[in-house]
């Protein structure tokens, strides 16, 4: 049972920018999209088809999860501090403004 809340713990805190996507999709009411989710960045090339800025990191999730505007499958990713023991990240959902 430890064990389990510890990699739960570890799986949630945003200390890294995968975690901090698992985090946004957890908190948009996905339990089982945020577990499977799979994060991995999303390549510059493809960028251009998000909101958002060139200079933010954006993630692509495995498994897209619904919202009330449209399906999300990938996320933008902004860190927010710098601290002595670790960094915190936050993300945002990025939607498709291109085709």
């Not at 990191?57 to 505007?69: E, G, L």
Request: net charge positive; with cysteine; charged share 15%.
């Amino acid at each position: 049972m430890v064990l389990v809340l510890l990699v739960l713990l570890l799986t949630f805190t945003p200390f890294i920018p995968s975690n901090a996507v698992r985090l946004c999709i957890l908190q948009s009411g996905h339990p089982f999209a945020a577990v499977l989710s799979g994060p991995s960045k999303l390549p510059k090339s493809e960028i251009k088809y998000y909101s958002g800025s060139k200079k933010q990191m954006h993630y692509q999730i495995n498994v897209p999860f619904s919202t009330d505007s449209a399906d999300v499958d990938v996320l933008v990713v902004h860190k927010v501090s710098k601290n002595h023991f670790y960094n915190k990240y936050v993300a945002t959902l990025a939607y498709a403004v291109g085709p």
